[in-house]
């Protein structure tokens, strides 16, 4: 050939095919000797294919230790059994036993939750939903076909219940085909959580609440556990975390989920620990306690009520002479508390001072979370003179003062709160942490968190001894005149009275925005009290006597909260506290904007009374402005 005719040429080309095969060679050296382990590695990898297996999510369980939601199996039928991605239609049970008993591998499944009390746990237990985008930005070592909280204890303890998936291990083809299962981990199931929740309590609460917005929290006044924390209105969780099989009855269930988010009564909005609102006269048990305790006010102080006060061109008027026109005369503490008399408590704040009021408040828990572990609490609000300054840049007068005295103004408190101050005065100043789930100490018990507020105890029982008056005729809160007035030893100290079933309260009208053209302010309505419970409550009633008061469907949910509470060892000897707190909010709405504490929070804590006792109580007056002085005192704020 002429290629090689010179012989530079010939000697060039060998170089240059010698320089090819030497740098293939080196190629190759390096994959089979220096890279080969690598390549191998990653050629095992090709051949095999990890799939997930999902850990059953643990559940959390009520205060008898029965689980409040269950895992269902929810079944699938798998298009190509050998494929590495499957396509999978959703079928019902029936159909996927008949398909597993001619081919097993055509048939998969999952878990879906399912709770055992949708509405009135909703706000507290939340609910599961499936992995987002957003979810693996925060966690990417979430799977994405497994479920994970969305809100409540669901969100909280999420980790925890989720547990360890496990893995099945398939040899594949270079097709992508499953060959063989080569090996199997198990996942490990999470771990169940206990509750302090009394499921049978919450159901009540939230069906005496009915179709008002608003809040229940019962707690046990001893600890500060949680018995019942429900809001209203509230949304079905088994909406939101079941699937169905049938195209229309799945499409429904998207439809009804979209109108849960689209509702304009925000029905995820947990009203009694995210809501905030001005306390009303409910928070006249801080004003009382911080003039008791620094001296300007004690058991013998009188304050003369003549239905005002002027300051400048502003009159501060009582609730009673503004309603009804009539004036109360001259009232000391206990008296005071117990028709909740707005003149009273103007003077106390002024004599008292708003940096003191505000620190009492803080001591009971007011301005801060209460610690019950749910997303989004809210601190409320404890203003004061240097906050006024800082955040409005006004100075702080007279009149923000007795605002403040009768808990309006620009304080701002939840329900949750509310319930903790309460507890505190109920377990003779030693104030807990609010707590929904039990957690084990060092020592095996359940951790509480309690301290005392340090208030002495004279002035504590003045205080009770005004909130007993309330409940009693003359009080405000008429709903448990007739019941108060047969339980009440007047010649008893207070606390025997309680722990001989007695019910102290405190109503609370709490303003807010603007006046109307007929100078009217809506209003939300506030109930707080502290209720015993003694042996003779927690017994099954005649039918006849419990249907006078509660439904069937009540009745039958008594009978079985009786059960578990006469029938579980728990780790005190007793399965129900002694003493309960119950405080109620019914908050503004169309329906209603003008609700009263008595009118309107105190019918549903009777009710919820009523249904523990399973008798009606002692008939209460429906229309007090009717009924002649004589026999009750018009019970309102």
């Not at 000697?11 to 095919?17: E, G, Q, T, V, Y």
């Not at 505000?358 to 609490?377: D, I, N, Q, S």
């Not at 402005?625 to 009750?632: E, R």
Request: proline share 5%; charged share 20%; with cysteine.
């Amino acid at each position: 050939m002429r290629l090689f005719t010179h012989p530079s040429r010939f000697f060039l080309f060998l170089a240059a095919l010698s320089g090819v095969f030497i740098l293939l060679f080196a190629r190759l050296v390096h994959v089979q000797l220096i890279d080969g382990q690598k390549y191998l590695n990653r050629a095992e990898s090709n051949r095999f294919y990890s799939k997930p297996i999902l850990a059953d999510r643990g559940v959390f369980l009520d205060r008898y230790s029965d689980p409040l939601m269950w895992n269902e199996k929810k079944y699938y039928q798998v298009a190509q059994p050998t494929a590495l991605f499957e396509n999978l239609t959703p079928i019902t049970r029936d159909q996927a036993l008949q398909l597993m008993a001619s081919d097993s591998a055509r048939v998969q499944t999952d878990n879906e939750r399912q709770y055992r009390y949708p509405l009135s746990t909703a706000h507290v237990l939340g609910y599961v939903g499936k992995v987002t985008a957003e979810d693996l930005q925060k966690n990417s070592s979430l799977l994405v076909n497994e479920q994970v909280g969305k809100t409540g204890l669901e969100q909280v303890y999420d980790q925890q219940l989720r547990g360890q998936s496990g893995e099945t291990i398939f040899e594949v083809n270079a097709m992508g085909q499953k060959l063989r299962q080569v090996s199997e981990t198990p996942a490990t199931a999470g771990q169940d959580m206990n509750t302090t929740l009394d499921p049978y309590l919450s159901e009540v609460a939230y069906s005496a609440l009915g179709d008002k917005k608003g809040a229940v929290v019962i707690t046990d006044a001893q600890t500060g556990e949680v018995l019942a924390m429900t809001s209203s209105p509230a949304f079905d969780l088994n909406l939101l975390s079941q699937n169905f099989a049938d195209k229309d009855e799945e499409q429904a269930r998207k439809d009804a989920v979209q109108a849960l988010f689209a509702d304009p009564n925000n029905v995820f909005f947990n009203r009694a620990t995210a809501g905030a609102y001005p306390p009303g006269s409910v928070f006249k048990l801080m004003t009382a306690m911080s003039g008791l305790e620094g001296g300007q006010v004690n058991a013998s102080t009188q304050v003369v009520d003549a239905g005002k006060i002027t300051v400048g061109t502003t009159d501060f008027r009582n609730w009673f002479y503004r309603q009804y026109g009539r004036v109360e005369g001259s009232l000391g503490i206990v008296r005071a508390l117990t028709r909740s008399n707005d003149i009273f408590f103007y003077k106390v704040a002024e004599w008292t001072g708003p940096d003191a009021i505000a620190a009492m408040a803080r001591t009971f828990g007011f301005g801060a979370a209460t610690g019950v572990g749910l997303p989004g609490e809210t601190k409320g609000l404890v203003p004061d003179p240097e906050w006024k300054i800082r955040t409005k840049n006004e100075k702080w007068f007279l009149g923000d003062t007795y605002h403040y005295g009768i808990g309006q103004g620009d304080i701002l408190t939840s329900p949750a709160q509310i319930a903790q101050m309460t507890q505190a005065l109920a377990n003779h100043g030693s104030l807990c942490q609010l707590s929904l789930v039990r957690v084990s100490g060092a020592s095996g018990g359940d951790e509480r968190h309690c301290r005392d507020v340090g208030v002495k105890p004279e002035n504590l029982n003045l205080v009770l001894e005004g909130m007993m008056g309330a409940c009693m005729p003359g009080g405000t809160a008429f709903p448990f005149f007739p019941y108060d007035a047969q339980q009440v030893k007047t010649a008893d100290p207070v606390d025997t009275n309680i722990d001989n079933g007695a019910m102290v309260c405190k109503t609370g009208t709490a303003e807010f925005g603007a006046a109307n053209d007929k100078g009217f302010r809506k209003t939300h309505a506030l109930f707080t009290s502290i209720v015993g419970i003694t042996p003779a409550d927690l017994v099954v009633r005649d039918p006849a006597v419990s249907a006078a008061v509660l439904s069937p469907q009540e009745i039958s949910l008594r009978n079985d909260w009786l059960k578990k509470v006469t029938g579980v060892t728990q780790p005190t000897s007793e399965n129900f506290p002694h003493r309960l707190t119950i405080t109620v909010l019914v908050e503004s709405s169309d329906a209603n904007p003008y609700p009263e504490g008595s009118y309107d929070a105190a019918p549903v804590a009777k009710h919820i009374l009523e249904w523990i006792k399973g008798e009606k109580l002692a008939i209460a007056v429906t229309n007090p402005a009717k009924v002649p002085p004589a026999q009750v005192t018009f019970g309102a704020d």
